[in-house]
């Protein structure tokens, strides 16, 4: 197991709002069991919230996930933000694409990581040269 599991938006919204999200529920609680298990940490990159976070009381489900599971924001440092530049630069991707570019900017910070993602093909991609990083598809 991964040292880190890294969740994007998908993933975290499928925890937060698991009623409504069926078989990517599944999923998402899957890998987090297998994190819990191996002890390994479970982060959210800051930027995941902006694309979750709708403000008030929509964001009451995830506000509850992050207070009470053991799942730590990371903050975007620059180190993050320039790398994941670099990615989309790498890739040829334009800043669209920013919010996955920091979560796999993220999963670089740990010397072994496992990103929960609903969008596995552009994860892959910013990731191409980077096999100590593995992508899980919710």
Do not use: W
Not at 39 to 49: F, H, I, K, N
């Amino acid at each position: 197991m991964a040292q880190a599991v890294i969740l994007d938006s998908e993933a975290l919204n499928a925890l937060a709002h698991a009623s409504q999200r069926g078989v990517l529920a599944d999923r998402a609680r899957a890998i987090l069991k297998l994190a819990y298990e191996h002890r390994a940490v479970v982060r959210v990159p800051a930027p995941v919230l902006a694309e979750v976070g709708r403000g008030g009381g929509r964001d009451a489900s995830v506000r509850q996930l992050l207070n009470g599971r053991g799942i730590g924001v990371t903050d975007l440092t620059a180190r993050i933000a320039l790398r994941a530049g670099e990615l989309l630069e790498r890739c040829k991707l334009s800043s669209a694409n920013a919010v996955d570019a920091f979560v796999a900017s993220t999963a670089l910070e740990f010397v072994s990581a496992i990103i929960a993602t609903g969008d596995p093909k552009d994860i892959r991609r910013l990731l191409g040269k980077y096999p100590h990083i593995g992508v899980f598809r919710i």
